[in-house]
């Protein structure tokens, strides 16, 4: 093995050790950890992170909410962030120089987020632009990596999240007749019939073969929004069988799902939001009601939990874990908390300058209306 390759194991496995501790002693030593560092320590983790990681969270969120604590916090020199890379990616964008992001585990990926790469990104702006002339505004789901955020936010657009899509989408089409909405179709399609667009002015561009997809001939005149060809690998799992079963099945039970579901389920649904709107709605409801939800497994078995008193049963009963997310587990925050002790940079996210400048005006003009 050549000396290159032993750095990359070391950065990216888990050293021996830390798999065989046992879980009394991992909850000792990150508590401990916890508790010396103190106010210089923030763990942010995203609602889909597995129990185990979510106990030691000091703060617990959807994506937008976990961007705007990042941001909010200056105290924290050390943000270890629970969550995929992408987000931890958007934390080291809104904090300041002074303070170093961490990905417990760097293999903790967005299969999303990979359907987007900025060279895929700038051919398709080019034969948009060349379709559709200046018309268009691309706004992207903060589920994309830092360099299609910059790229967005050198072209005047925006991030969204799952919670403001709609509110984001809106204020685009106050900026450019066109949105093109990466890298996921299903939420930019479920959004944009959700505000009246009809499904025939909507494009999918596949940036794979560099080309529309589109039933018929394509009206350029007609279309308003271009979705990019990417989905969501967990959230494609809720099919409209599973919302057929349901409903015959269990006739007076509730379906909520996530908008990265497809919009046929969506459109079956009686409820869709961000993870945050599925646990606001889930703790509203009144004891004895029934629900199916459409989401990411470590979510749906919590609410399983925590809501004894409703019947709460996933839309998929395969489930559907998001397995990037799983990969944080203690024994990797264990490893990032002790190394941060030791002064060592193991797993440290770090956004270059120029990128960081051009992201920061993308998710800039989604916070300033989230
Ligand atoms: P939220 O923005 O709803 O937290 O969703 C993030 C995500 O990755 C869903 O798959
Ligand atoms: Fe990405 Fe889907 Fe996992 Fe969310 S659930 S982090 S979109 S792969």
């Known amino acids: 093995m050549t000396m290159l390759n032993d750095l990359l194991e070391e950065e990216l496995f888990l050293p021996e050790r830390y798999r065989s501790m046992s879980e009394e002693e991992l909850v000792e030593k990150i508590t401990a950890i916890k ?35 990042c941001a909010a916090n200056e105290k924290a020199e050390h943000i270890v962030f629970c969550g995929v890379h992408f987000m931890a990616e958007t934390a080291d964008i809104l904090t300041n120089d002074d303070q170093t992001v961490y990905l417990p585990d760097m293999r903790a990926g967005c299969s999303m987020a990979d359907m987007a790469n900025i060279d895929q990104t700038e051919r398709a702006w080019d034969a948009l632009v060349e379709t559709f002339g200046d018309t268009i505004i691309p706004l992207t789901y903060v589920n994309s990596t830092a360099a299609i955020k910059a790229f967005v936010g050198r072209h005047d657009g925006a991030t969204v999240t799952s919670s403001n899509a709609h509110q984001m989408v809106e204020w685009a089409f106050t900026q450019k007749e066109r949105i093109l909405f990466l890298p996921d179709q299903h939420l930019g399609r479920n959004t944009a019939a959700d505000l009246g667009i009809a499904l025939d002015e909507m494009v999918v561009w596949d940036p794979i073969h560099e080309k529309f997809e589109y039933e018929g001939s394509m009206d350029p005149s007609r279309i308003k929004v271009i979705l990019w060809k990417g989905h969501c690998s967990v959230h494609e799992n809720f099919t409209v069988k599973n919302v057929e079963f349901v409903r015959e099945t269990y006739p007076d039970m509730n379906i909520i799902v996530h908008p990265e579901c497809p919009y046929e389920v969506v459109q079956l649904a009686d409820v869709d939001g961000s993870t945050k709107k599925i646990i606001e709605t889930i703790e509203q409801a009144e004891s004895g009601t029934k ?79 989230a």
């Open 35 to 69: 508790e010396r560092l103190g106010e210089k320590l923030f763990i942010p983790g995203h609602h889909y992170q597995k129990d185990e990681v979510i106990q030691f969270a000091d703060v617990s969120g959807d994506s937008l909410q976990l961007a705007q604590l």
């Open 291 to 369: 629900w199916a939800i459409g989401t990411e497994m470590n979510l749906v078995n919590r609410l399983i939990a925590q809501h004894p008193d409703k019947t709460i049963i996933s839309l998929n009963p395969y489930m559907c874990p998001c397995l990037t997310m799983n990969r944080i587990d203690m024994p990797h925050l264990l490893w990032s908390l002790e190394s941060i002790e030791k002064g060592e940079t193991v797993n440290v996210i770090e956004v270059d300058e120029e990128t960081t400048k051009e992201a920061i005006a993308a998710l800039d003009r989604m916070l300033a209306r």
